[in-house]
């Protein structure tokens, strides 16, 4: 398997442009996560998803951050309008999940944003 | 919810032992994990220990978790350059999904 897929793997924009941040997580893994790492706040999860429905976003900071998984194999994290404070790296994950093993979370090589 | 605490930088010179620790607040967690960061890269799992252990030893590195205190830690023997890096502690919130991450420690190594 190639791993967690993410793309791009950078992208510069101008404020006020929308963002579109696409992953592919490994076959058959049933959760997938939405990470975003910045020096000030560290790894902040985002939201997740089991079996391609949203289990939590409430750490999606604004209304202008939207994802979708629209199936098993590709997930979508959108900001519309994106703004300079959402200059960050975004992390997708994917993990088989379940209680009494561990849970592996697998993670792409993220997307660097910046947003000018 | 979970919180995970751990300090922000080390620094250790090389063939020195260098120990990460880290802190958490929910007590249920079944299994706890450290992860590894290299520059411009996604996290990796590290290793892993379940909660009803004290110690894991894989090579050079040995985890030690302390359930009374809450106090996980990593021990990295005989510390290398390549072992510069970001290491995450993650410890679940209520059950095993999803996780939680500490800030990362930022080990830095000496030559």
């Known amino acids: 398997d190639a791993g967690v897929i993410q793309s791009p793997r950078h992208e510069v924009t101008e404020m006020g442009q929308e963002v579109t941040l696409r992953c592919k997580p490994i076959?058959?893994?049933?959760?997938l996560f939405w990470y975003r790492q910045t020096m000030m706040r560290g790894l902040e999860l985002l939201i997740y998803?089991?079996?391609?429905?949203?289990?939590?976003d409430s750490g999606m900071p604004e209304d202008r951050f939207s994802a979708k998984m629209p199936n098993a194999s590709f997930s979508t994290l959108k900001i519309q309008p994106s703004e300079p404070r959402d200059s960050a790296v975004y992390f997708c994950?994917?993990?088989?999940?379940?209680?009494?093993?561990?849970?592996?979370?697998?993670f792409g090589p993220g997307t660097r944003l910046t947003v000018l | 919810g979970e919180d995970v605490e751990q300090s922000l930088f080390l620094s250790v010179r090389e063939g020195d032992s260098s120990v990460i620790n880290c802190t958490y607040t929910?007590?249920?967690?079944?299994?706890l994990y450290w992860y590894k960061q290299e520059p411009g890269a996604g996290l990796q799992l590290l290793t892993y220990?379940?909660?009803?252990?004290d110690m894991k030893q894989d090579q050079r590195l040995t985890v030690l978790l302390n359930k009374k205190d809450k106090h996980l830690s990593l021990r990295i023997a005989d510390t290398q350059t390549g072992d510069s890096a970001i290491y995450f502690c993650?410890?679940?919130?209520?059950?095993?999904?999803?996780?939680?991450f500490g800030k990362g420690t930022r080990l830095s190594v000496i030559a």
């Open positions: 220990i379940f909660s009803n252990m």
């Open positions: 994950a994917s993990s088989l999940g379940g209680r009494n093993r561990p849970d592996t979370q697998y």
């Open positions: 076959s058959g893994h049933d959760y």
């Open positions: 998803f089991n079996n391609n429905v949203p289990i939590d």
């Open positions: 929910d007590s249920s967690s079944t299994y």
């Open positions: 993650a410890v679940p919130d209520s059950g095993n999904t999803p996780l939680v």
